[in-house]
């Protein structure tokens, strides 16, 4: 892997036994002194975690499953080339008519930065329906489709049949649809604002 490639880094994520957080990023690398190198960076920051939070002070780590972890690109805070870890999924601003997207964010493994890089077409379920694309847009656009807090948990998502657990319900300024074509036809019980 080059310092400027987009191939996957494979490792594992370091986490702190005591308190779960993630400490570190650990990159499997084969030269013995790029291994020594990453392996003196992870027992910094694990020490640094140590020394800062005094409850953990004796905790031990253990590291998650091996896993693909994301690019390396140019971090905007270190202004060097470090690998990045995907975080979330941020629903990317759009203007009435565009097709919805979701930015993917990754993390900087070394500061935690946080920055865009990519988006991917934006999916939603509605009662059962899996909205894309073209319908997701007219979903918004037509009948003012959004989601909020569910009025039966408050938003808590706990042992909800309104919600499924989700902690939020669709609702619609319009709540009838508009055609045949209309990619709500058919759905009963679509809650109104």
């Known amino acids: 892997m080059t310092a400027w490639g987009t191939a996957a880094a494979r490792g594992c994520t370091v986490y702190c036994a005591r308190c779960g957080a993630r400490l570190a990023f650990r990159q499997e690398l084969r030269p013995r002194d790029l291994a020594n190198a990453e392996r003196d960076r992870v027992t910094h920051v694990v020490q640094a975690h140590l020394d800062s939070a ?24 270190c202004g060097r080339a470090t690998l990045h870890i995907f975080a979330e999924r941020r629903p990317h601003p759009r203007v009435p008519g565009e097709e919805s997207f979701v930015d993917l964010i990754y993390a900087c493994n070394r500061c935690g930065a946080l920055r865009p890089w990519g988006s991917e077409p934006r999916e939603e379920t509605a009662y059962g329906r899996r909205l894309a694309k073209v319908e997701l847009t007219h979903a918004i656009d037509a009948h003012g489709m959004r989601r909020v807090d569910c009025p039966a948990c408050r938003g808590t998502g706990f042992d909800c049949s309104e919600c499924r657990d989700d ?21 009963d019980g679509l809650v109104a604002e």
């Open 54 to 77: 005094p409850s953990c002070r004796a905790a031990e780590t253990f590291e998650g499953r091996e896993i693909a972890a994301g690019p390396v690109l140019v971090c905007d805070r």
């Open 167 to 187: 902690g939020q319900i669709w609702i619609f300024a319009v709540p009838r649809s508009c055609g045949p074509r209309c990619p709500l036809a058919g759905i």
